[in-house]
């Protein structure tokens, strides 16, 4: 937030947060980026006018509002000035950023190419080519460039630049001094909700940090020395590390290549004791199987509400119109053998006739044979 008086240490606050805004705005991929190119806060614009200037408040996406308007004579500033601070100032109070603004009609706009190594420092590039640009000097015109693409294997980058005549601006500009305000933004004006232009306000002109700010920001580029003579320092120290996880893979497979042979030996044991419980499995009826031939042998008139399964006898719990056929019936079961009532047969008047609990044994090939032996 910027009052009529506000301290250099917000002020250079403020700096620092656009510069960190725009920092991370260029580290975005483009699809991320909000169609507003970034968040301005409430922004006070000031629009240059033939004979006057136009002070409107935007704030984020919303429509601008007029705040006044301000008679501008070239050669006498101080008065806009004082207007201006009136407006600003007493009318309005804060704001947290102030722009300059120029029609487009009174800008030059053109696209270029650049090599991709000036991506970072595009209005620099473009400084010393501006006699081939434009047909002014640099030292003429206000200018700013912004980035529209860049492709890193062709090695060329893709800028949009923003010039306007000195002459154009220096009276508004001279008015602001007069008013005792300082802009952030000289840029070619642009419709609300599309990306803004790029800042032509040569860095001299633009709010210094405070001493404090250029400290943090000493500090962080001496974290950033640190980081880079880590980053340089991590591959070498990786490749050891490789080179000693290979000596261990090494090592280890001299280990294994011992022990193939104690393997070999030990798949073939497991190898004939997974035939056998194949073999064991086949003898051994299943549950599933039991219950399939049951359910065959029994009628349709008969319901089992319980049935158990332990590995060698079944017992079956439930209702029949006459049980006494149940022990038949149960007989027929190939895999079952020595079919019994459990309990006696009850008359229930819940279920659906005679109550009974059968059990029978499981029917193996071994005891075929221990019966023949017998």
Not at 90 to 116: H, K, N, Q, W
């Amino acid at each position: 937030m910027k009052l009529a008086g506000e301290s250099t240490l917000l002020r250079g606050a403020r700096a620092f947060g656009q510069w960190w805004l725009a920092e991370v705005r260029e580290a975005l991929p483009g699809w991320l980026l909000p169609a507003s190119g970034g968040v301005r806060g409430r922004e006070i614009r000031i629009a240059v006018a033939p004979g006057r200037l136009i002070v409107t408040l935007r704030k984020g996406r919303r429509k601008a509002r007029p705040l006044g308007e301000v008679a501008l004579e070239r050669h006498a500033p101080e008065a806009a000035g004082r207007q201006l601070a009136a407006i600003v100032k007493r009318r309005f109070g804060s704001y947290d950023s102030l722009s300059l603004t120029i029609p487009p009609e009174r800008a030059l706009t053109r696209r270029t190419r650049l090599p991709y190594v000036a991506r970072a420092n595009l209005d620099e590039a473009l400084g010393y080519d501006m006699d081939r640009q434009t047909p002014f000097a640099e030292e003429d015109v206000y200018y700013g460039a912004s980035l529209l693409s860049a492709d890193r294997e062709a090695g060329w980058v893709e800028a949009e630049l923003d010039v306007v005549h000195r002459g154009d601006v220096e009276p508004a500009l001279a008015a602001l001094r007069a008013a005792g305000l300082m802009p952030d933004w000289l840029m070619v004006d642009s419709a609300p909700g599309a990306a803004p232009r790029a800042n032509m306000l040569p860095p001299e002109l633009r709010p210094s940090p405070h001493p404090l700010l250029r400290r943090a920001i000493m500090g962080l580029a001496v974290v950033c020395l640190v980081l880079g003579a880590t980053a340089a320092y991590l591959p070498l120290h990786h490749l050891n590390q490789e080179l000693a996880s290979t000596q261990r893979h090494l090592d280890a497979a001299r280990r294994a290549a011992a022990e193939v042979e104690a393997l070999r030996s030990t798949r073939t044991t497991l190898a004939e004791r997974e035939a056998e419980l194949r073999r064991r499995k086949g003898e051994d009826p299943g549950a599933l199987e039991i219950l399939a031939d049951i359910t065959s042998a029994l009628p349709d008139t008969t319901f089992v509400v319980d049935f158990r399964y332990d590995g060698d006898s079944v017992t079956l719990t439930g209702y029949a119109p006459r049980a006494s056929a149940l022990i038949g019936q149960l007989e027929s079961v190939a895999a079952l053998r020595d079919a019994r009532f459990r309990s006696p047969v009850t008359q229930d008047g819940q279920g659906p006739g005679e109550r009974f609990n059968v059990a029978a044994r499981v029917n193996r090939p071994d005891d075929d044979v221990q019966e023949a032996a017998r």
